[in-house]
């Protein structure tokens, strides 16, 4: 009962060792967050593109007659905003540069593309909507909305072939961040407008993601990059994709009957960061509710096309997933060298127990540091390789001999060679583990199977079962 109070302790002491581990990997993760704004701050942040649209301002002015009989003139002001009937990226390219800031890699990206959108000339002559109303119409704005502005780099706008001043802002109040172009000049006689074809020649740094709002009647997208990791989300995943060393290309067709996306920007619905968990992005943007006070539908997310410029591989990612099987690990070792106290009548003190569980909690913290220096997969074999090393050589003192301190090494080498399969294989690790699992308990069971457990300690009686003397 001593011994296991004691070996009770010393799990626990293990524990809030790899619990530091597991709080150490956090902290290195909110480092490389602090890194990543900081880039952010200098350059600029996600980009986002809704647009372009037609913004118009116009007065309706009509009369009616009061209690008294007395005509009065009343008037409201009306705001429309007109979306393509086409919206097309036809050579969109992407180029990623790695920024390195410390220790931590931040991906930023230059975005060159021609934005073209067609408005069918029905769409651009605003209707009144009472009988015998007088409606008076500001010269339409266009207007193209920008995730970080500080990120433009190039725009020019042309208009049917004319080009037009851009300037900054999309006077929006609810989407304030952009460009737009004054369309005084395209005016026609009446106020009417014919069918217009803009051009809008963009040029965009930013960092680690691209949205882009299907906000026409027709989106069509077509995107390529040199990065070959790709992280493609939102609310519509491409229709083809091709990725490869060199990069990726991909391209998005969607029609409005998909998508709520115009109505839900006149609402103030805003573009979301892009998650790692693509699956809460698309419902966050399925998402909707209504502010009866407003009257106005608003949903948590625009719905958009999506991409990731991520790391391939994340360090803090993976060395959080092999630090929650920081315990396990301890538990078979400790049972593998219980195997030895009772099958070969071995002593091992507590303190001994400590020291092996400190080795292999110090494993997950070579892991951690090694692996911001050095790829995963190499940080990870340095790591097990120096462990397995000091286990072994360790355990052929406490275990009395190197025809079982090997034996117990090479069992530590399996046991690191299992869990570097585990985070490899993400979709399949339960299966893998428990499988794995179930075979050291069925090995224990049948290395066990004629232990006299009542008898164990007691050196006058036999403790395996079957046989005349105490093994």
Request: glycine content about 8%.
């Given at each position: 009962?001593?011994?296991?109070?004691?070996?009770?302790?010393?799990?626990?002491?293990?524990?809030?060792?790899?619990?530091?581990?597991?709080?150490?990997?956090?902290?290195?993760?909110?480092?490389?967050?602090?890194?990543?704004?900081?880039?952010?701050?200098?350059?600029?942040?996600?980009?986002?593109?809704?647009?372009?649209?037609?913004?118009?301002?116009?007065?309706?002015?009509?009369?009616?007659?009061?209690?008294?009989?007395?005509?009065?003139?009343?008037?409201?002001?009306?705001?429309?905003?007109?979306?393509?009937?086409?919206?097309?990226?036809?050579?969109?390219?992407?180029?990623?540069t790695p920024l390195k800031?410390?220790?931590?890699?931040?991906?930023t990206f230059t975005l060159k593309t021609r934005v073209k959108a067609h408005f069918n000339a029905d769409t651009l002559s605003p209707q009144s909507s009472r009988p015998g109303a007088t409606l008076r119409c500001m010269p339409p704005v266009l207007a193209l909305a920008i995730g970080d502005p500080r990120g433009i780099r190039r725009s020019d706008v042309q208009i049917n072939q004319q080009a037009l001043p851009v300037q900054s802002g999309t006077t929006l109040a609810r989407h304030p961040q952009g460009i737009h172009a004054k369309l005084d000049s395209l005016v026609q006689p009446g106020g009417k407008f014919a069918a217009m074809d803009v051009e809008v020649d963009l040029e965009l740094l930013g960092t680690s993601s691209l949205s882009i709002v299907p906000a026409a009647d027709d989106t069509s997208v077509k995107l390529s990059g040199n990065w070959p990791h790709p992280g493609f989300g939102g609310s519509f995943l491409p229709a083809q994709r091709e990725i490869n060393d060199q990069g990726f290309q991909a391209q998005w067709n969607v029609s409005s009957l998909a998508t709520s996306a115009f109505s839900d920007f006149n609402a103030g619905a805003q573009v979301c960061a892009p998650s790692d968990d693509s699956a809460h992005s698309a419902t966050m943007a399925a998402a909707a509710r209504v502010d009866e006070a407003s009257e106005v539908a608003h949903k948590a997310c625009l719905d958009a096309f999506q991409?990731?410029?991520?790391?391939?591989?994340?360090?803090?990612?993976?060395?959080?997933?092999?630090?929650?099987?920081?315990?396990?690990?301890?538990?078979?070792?400790?049972?593998?060298?219980?195997?030895?106290?009772?099958?070969?009548?071995?002593?091992?003190?507590?303190?001994?127990?400590?020291?092996?569980?400190?080795?292999?909690?110090?494993?997950?913290?070579?892991?951690?540091?090694?692996?911001?220096?050095?790829?995963?997969?190499?940080?990870?074999?340095?790591?097990?390789?120096?462990?397995?090393?000091?286990?072994?050589?360790?355990?052929?003192?406490?275990?009395?001999?190197?025809?079982?301190?090997?034996?117990?090494?090479?069992?530590?080498?399996?046991?690191?060679?299992?869990l570097f399969l585990l985070l490899q294989l993400e979709e399949n690790a339960l299966l893998v583990g428990s499988i794995a699992l179930f075979l050291v308990l069925a090995l224990v069971m049948f290395a066990t199977r004629r232990v006299n457990w009542y008898t164990l300690l007691d050196n006058t009686k036999p403790a395996y079962e079957g046989s005349g003397k105490v093994v």
């Amino acid at each position: 009962m001593t011994k296991l109070l004691s070996l009770g302790l010393v799990l626990a002491l293990l524990m809030a060792m790899l619990l530091h581990v597991r709080d150490l990997v956090e902290d290195r993760k909110s480092y490389r967050a602090e890194a990543e704004e900081s880039v952010v701050r200098g350059t600029a942040g996600p980009q986002s593109l809704v647009g372009p649209i037609l913004l118009q301002q116009c007065t309706e002015s009509w009369q009616e007659r009061d209690e008294d009989g007395k005509p009065r003139k009343l008037q409201q002001s009306l705001a429309t905003t007109i979306s393509p009937a086409r919206l097309q990226l036809d050579d969109a390219r992407v180029t990623v540069t790695p920024l390195k800031l410390g220790l931590y890699p931040v991906n930023t990206f230059t975005l060159k593309t021609r934005v073209k959108a067609h408005f069918n000339a029905d769409t651009l002559s605003p209707q009144s909507s009472r009988p015998g109303a007088t409606l008076r119409c500001m010269p339409p704005v266009l207007a193209l909305a920008i995730g970080d502005p500080r990120g433009i780099r190039r725009s020019d706008v042309q208009i049917n072939q004319q080009a037009l001043p851009v300037q900054s802002g999309t006077t929006l109040a609810r989407h304030p961040q952009g460009i737009h172009a004054k369309l005084d000049s395209l005016v026609q006689p009446g106020g009417k407008f014919a069918a217009m074809d803009v051009e809008v020649d963009l040029e965009l740094l930013g960092t680690s993601s691209l949205s882009i709002v299907p906000a026409a009647d027709d989106t069509s997208v077509k995107l390529s990059g040199n990065w070959p990791h790709p992280g493609f989300g939102g609310s519509f995943l491409p229709a083809q994709r091709e990725i490869n060393d060199q990069g990726f290309q991909a391209q998005w067709n969607v029609s409005s009957l998909a998508t709520s996306a115009f109505s839900d920007f006149n609402a103030g619905a805003q573009v979301c960061a892009p998650s790692d968990d693509s699956a809460h992005s698309a419902t966050m943007a399925a998402a909707a509710r209504v502010d009866e006070a407003s009257e106005v539908a608003h949903k948590a997310c625009l719905d958009a096309f999506q991409v990731r410029f991520v790391n391939p591989v994340d360090p803090y990612k993976l060395a959080d997933r092999a630090g929650k099987y920081g315990l396990l690990f301890v538990a078979l070792t400790f049972v593998a060298v219980g195997m030895f106290e009772v099958l070969r009548q071995l002593r091992v003190h507590p303190v001994q127990y400590l020291l092996v569980g400190s080795a292999l909690a110090i494993f997950f913290l070579l892991l951690l540091s090694l692996s911001e220096h050095y790829p995963f997969a190499l940080a990870y074999l340095a790591a097990a390789s120096a462990c397995v090393l000091l286990l072994g050589f360790y355990a052929s003192h406490i275990l009395h001999g190197w025809k079982r301190g090997v034996p117990f090494g090479a069992g530590i080498a399996l046991l690191y060679g299992l869990l570097f399969l585990l985070l490899q294989l993400e979709e399949n690790a339960l299966l893998v583990g428990s499988i794995a699992l179930f075979l050291v308990l069925a090995l224990v069971m049948f290395a066990t199977r004629r232990v006299n457990w009542y008898t164990l300690l007691d050196n006058t009686k036999p403790a395996y079962e079957g046989s005349g003397k105490v093994v």
